[in-house]
């Protein structure tokens, strides 16, 4: 069974950084295109990046780009996801995320095989 975990998520104000994590167990992360998610209070869940099996090629929602970078390290089955120049509309829950159907499973169909539990982050002025 595989599973997802993330960590790193708190709280930080705005303008400063905070790096998460997504620790993948059951299966071999290289296995899977990764991805990002998150959703704010009362809204729908948004793509926020993402990434193919070997680390090649990287996606971002208009949002982030610029301020986020995902990465991976398959050796550690990691993902992480930092994040810099946080803004307040920055805070959501975020959710890791990992596909079997290649990368534009995450992107444009916004879906995922699996998901994390979700880290809380809050951004305040």
């Known amino acids: 069974q595989v599973q997802l975990t993330e960590s790193g998520g708190g709280s930080v104000q705005a303008g400063g950084s905070l790096r998460l994590s997504c620790g993948v167990n059951?299966?071999?992360?290289?296995?899977?295109?990764m991805g990002w998610f998150r959703q704010a209070p009362g809204k729908e869940r948004e793509f926020v990046g993402a990434i193919t099996w070997s680390a090649d090629k990287t996606y971002y929602s208009d949002s982030v780009k610029g301020r986020f970078t995902v990465s991976r390290d398959n050796a550690m089955n990691a993902l992480y996801l930092q994040m810099n120049n946080l803004k307040l509309g920055d805070t959501a829950v975020y959710y890791c995320?990992?596909?079997?159907?290649?990368?534009?499973?995450?992107?444009?169909?916004?879906?995922?095989?699996?998901w994390g539990q979700g880290t809380q982050v809050t951004v305040a002025t």
């Open positions: 059951g299966r071999r992360s290289s296995d899977f295109d």
């Open positions: 995320a990992a596909s079997l159907r290649g990368a534009m499973h995450i992107v444009q169909l916004q879906q995922a095989d699996y």
